[in-house]
């Protein structure tokens, strides 16, 4: 099975996550999207982040209906700080007939080159690329590469900071929410 690893703090998750996650699942070789909701680092904690378990439920009521999305807390269990390296390695020995790839914004791409061991990504994963409005250039070093996929996917400018800003600032973000995701935020007052 092949599986595309789109990590986020989801905080919340919103309808671009999702637009995102299902267009490639319905419109790539990907077999299923798994969220991957990246823990709060111990070392650094910041106020607006929620708790771990409360950002894993968002992700389960957001992807509830679609069979190829799946929400993961895989780096729940791993030392921390976590890299993406790690967490890579630790599914491969977990599920060893699966084939993970990396879902990332065309953002993200930029400073690939500063992640840890990226070299090592690049060697056994594939990279699936999703566009974003940026600044900069891409690094040349990654032009045509063969595990660097460039997806047409909508480009989505939705910010969970806006989110978590306009509901502090008393702004009705629900059409930019699952309902359920939504309901939840509502019913547990975060963000306010």
Do not use: C
Not at 19 to 33: P, V, W
Not at 70 to 83: C, H, K, R, V
Request: no cysteine; net charge negative.
């Amino acid at each position: 099975m092949k599986i595309g690893l789109y990590f986020g703090t989801f905080n919340p998750i919103h309808i671009g996550h999702l637009i995102i996650a299902n267009h490639l699942a319905e419109s790539s070789d990907l077999d299923q999207i798994w969220l991957v909701v990246t823990p709060q680092s111990p070392f650094k904690k910041k106020q607006s982040l929620l708790d771990n378990y409360q950002r894993l439920e968002m992700v389960f009521r957001a992807t509830e209906d679609y069979d190829k999305l799946q929400p993961s807390d895989i780096e729940f269990s791993l030392p921390q700080p976590n890299y993406t390296v790690n967490t890579l390695a630790h599914l491969q020995e977990k599920y060893p007939t699966h084939t993970f790839s990396l879902i990332m914004g065309e953002d993200n791409l930029k400073s690939f080159h500063k992640w840890k061991n990226y070299h090592v990504i690049l060697d056994h994963h594939d990279i699936y690329v999703y566009p974003r409005i940026s600044e900069g250039q891409v690094k040349t070093q990654f032009d045509g590469h063969k595990r660097i996929h460039h997806i047409n996917a909508p480009i989505m400018e939705l910010s969970s900071t806006f989110i978590r800003q306009s509901i502090k600032d008393g702004i009705n973000v629900k059409p930019m929410l699952p309902a359920s995701v939504w309901q939840y935020i509502d019913d547990m007052h975060f963000y306010k």
